[in-house]
């Protein structure tokens, strides 16, 4: 810890170079390209065309550069450097589609599921929605030609996001999850579809 702070101060942080720049360009527009059309395809126009704009802020995309690595998140590299990443603590407060987003807190157990302090909100349906595009998407890039509709449910299986979603949000991003691994895409975008359009997944 004491050797990363006096690296800091040192000034030693990776350069930033056009390089790493075009690259990073690159990697967080072919994301957004992937998660736009899977929101468009279900009706998403807005929320597809928005998605993670503000990668393209300063604030993020000088350090996504800086940390740029090419087969994982720079976020995870400026983690390693300074201790925590700026830049996803800019990135989540702005974005809907992330879980983090939503996490309030309660002063009273009657309102946060029997617990006082950190709560996770529900989230609207419509940002669920993008939340599974976005995971579809991730997974994706990770797996390339070896990927699956099975791959999103178990990366999410396997993880420990559960815990963090409001109950209905949990619910509902398992139900998606499954869905696309058990019936595939068409289905599950029609389901979404018809969904959305009677304004059922709220
Ligand atoms: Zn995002």
Redesign the pocket.
């Known amino acids: 810890m004491i050797n990363k702070v006096s690296r800091s101060q040192a000034g030693s942080h990776p350069p930033l170079t056009m390089q790493k720049a075009a690259a990073h360009f690159a990697t967080i527009t072919h994301h957004k390209m992937l998660v736009c059309e899977g929101c468009w395809k279900v009706g998403l126009l807005r929320q597809g065309l928005l998605?993670?704009l503000s990668k393209y802020s300063p604030t993020e995309f000088l350090v996504g550069a800086r940390y740029y690595q090419g087969d994982r998140s720079p976020n995870n590299a400026e983690r390693e450097d300074i201790g925590y990443s700026t830049a996803w603590l800019h990135?989540k407060g702005r974005?809907r589609?992330?879980y983090e987003y939503w996490i309030d807190y309660s002063t009273r157990a009657s309102e946060g599921n029997g617990r006082v302090g950190i709560m996770p909100a529900k989230m609207p349906g419509r940002f669920v929605v993008e939340m599974f595009m976005?995971r579809i998407a991730a997974c994706k890039v990770y797996r390339g030609a070896d990927y699956t509709d099975a791959d999103p449910w178990n990366y999410y299986s396997q993880g420990d996001t559960a815990q963090f979603l409001h109950p209905e949000t949990a619910r509902l991003i398992e139900h998606l999850l499954k869905m696309l691994r058990d019936r595939g895409e068409e289905e599950t975008f029609a389901y979404i579809r018809r969904h959305l359009h009677k304004r059922k997944l709220q």
């Open positions: 998605h993670d990135h974005n589609h992330h976005d």
